[in-house]
């Protein structure tokens, strides 16, 4: 019996937006509220399980194997189904680490879907830019990060 092994390429058609800031999630989603006219209301956290160690051998039983607790990180949403977009605001860090490793200067992401417009990411960009409680804020390619498919949102 031969084995076959699916791959799943995902298209990461979004705008993605790093923030760094010293706020609150919640302080930060509620002056992204006020500067951007966004009503961002906090949901489910995002979940990042652990790898597993190693890849079972042929001989060996497939079964779950405990990782130990997953990594939560704080996320909030706003939907404006009138014009077709939807922003994600989530936490790279948490008490176990970062979501995103390889953007270790984010405190935050903006994700923003359903506008594929680079000027509307730059308006957003300015925007986020000068608001008081944030350090920095910069644009980033989705498809060059390693640790990328932890920004598929799946509800």
Do not use: C
Request: aromatic letters at 10%; hydrophobic letters at 35%; proline letters at 3%.
């Amino acid at each position: 019996m031969s084995t076959q092994i699916l791959t799943v390429q995902y298209e990461f058609d979004f705008i993605l937006i790093g923030i760094s800031s010293p706020s609150k999630d919640y302080k930060l989603g509620w002056e992204l509220n006020k500067e951007l006219k966004l009503k961002l209301n906090r949901i489910d956290d995002v979940l990042k399980q652990k790898a597993a160690k190693s890849v079972p051998q042929q001989s060996e039983l497939i079964a779950p194997v405990d990782n130990g607790p997953n990594h939560a990180y704080s996320h909030y949403r706003h939907s404006d189904e009138e014009k077709g977009i939807e922003y994600d605001l989530v936490s790279n860090k948490s008490d176990s680490g970062l979501l995103i490793p390889e953007q270790k200067q984010a405190d935050y992401f903006l994700i923003i879907r359903g506008v594929y417009s680079q000027a509307f990411g730059g308006n957003v960009l300015s925007i986020i830019r000068k608001m008081t409680n944030v350090q920095t804020a910069f644009s980033i390619d989705a498809s060059k990060l390693k640790s990328k498919d932890f920004l598929i949102m799946n509800d």
